[in-house]
Every structure is written in structure tokens, then in C-alpha cells.
């Protein structure tokens, strides 16, 4: 049965880079707000959809992929059910800010209030899920970061994305 080395990238590794590269966009994304400057609105309309792609990816692999592996080899799984209730929570806002014809004043609201979510999700996957997965017996993370890796290829292509 393979086993995962600690240092080989594997699936939390993979998300991982994830959470840092949209943690990047949101921090960008606050710049943005700080500046106050009328010229940002199409700046910021373009981040916003790029973080919302992005997430949309991202939870989705973890929810097809990740999740369902990491409920088949552990045994306490209430911190999966209550990612998945964030990232419902999530998808709300993404809508919200997808859906959104103009940036009116709330537009902003929505998407700091979304990385406040993913930054609390990004804590507890990290300290609680990721640990649990890589103490796991039989959950082969290495093999699964590639069949995450192509998924998120055919996920940004038909989201019309670039990965």
C-alpha cells in the first residue's frame, strides 16, 4: 500500500498552495478598497471574479475529491460537515459578487466578508483536516494531489479560466 512521505507535495500541499494564492487576491483586493481611487472599479470587478473562479475550483475539487477520500478513512468527520456548510456559505457570496451588476457600496462588504469566511475555512483545514488526513491509514495524498491537479485543469477550462 503506498504510503505519503511527509515532504512529498501532496493533496493538502496542493490546496494549500491554493489557500495562499487566493489569500494573495484578497489581500490585493483590500488594496484596492484602501485606495479610494475611482479608477479601481474595473480593477477590482476583475480580481473579484478571478477569486471568485477561483474558489469555485477549489471547493469543488476538495468537495469531489478531497472530502469524500477523507470520509472513507476517518472516523470523526463533524469537521467535514462543517466545511461543507462554509463552503455553502461561501457560494452564497460568490453568487452575490458573480451576479452583481455594478459595484455599488456593498460590493466591497462582500468581498472582504468572503475572505474573512475563507480565511477561518483556510485555519481549519490547515490545523484540524489536513492533520487528520496525513495521520490517515490508506489515503494515499500524493496520488490523490494528481487526480486533484488534473481536475482543477478541466475545471478552469470549462469555467472558461486559465489555471
Known sequence: MPTTR????DACSFLD????????????YGELVESHAASTAQKKRE????ICMDLKVHTQIEEEIFYPA???AIKETDLLDEAEVEHASA????????????IDEKFDA???????????????????????ARAARGLDLVAMREQMAQ????????FGATA
Open 70 to 72: 477523507l470520509r472513507e
Open 6 to 9: 511527509r515532504n512529498d507535495p
Open 17 to 28: 498552495a491554493d489557500h495562499r494564492h487566493v489569500k494573495k487576491m484578497f489581500k490585493a
Open 110 to 132: 462582500k468581498v472582504i466578508v468572503l475572505g474573512e469566511y475563507i480565511d477561518h475555512h483556510v485555519k481549519e483545514e490547515r490545523n484540524e483536516i489536513f492533520v487528520k
Open 151 to 158: 481536475r482543477k485543469e478541466e475545471l478552469m477550462e470549462e
Open 47 to 50: 480580481l473579484a471574479n478571478e
Open 91 to 102: 457560494k452564497e457570496l460568490i453568487a452575490q459578487i458573480q451576479d452583481a451588476a455594478d
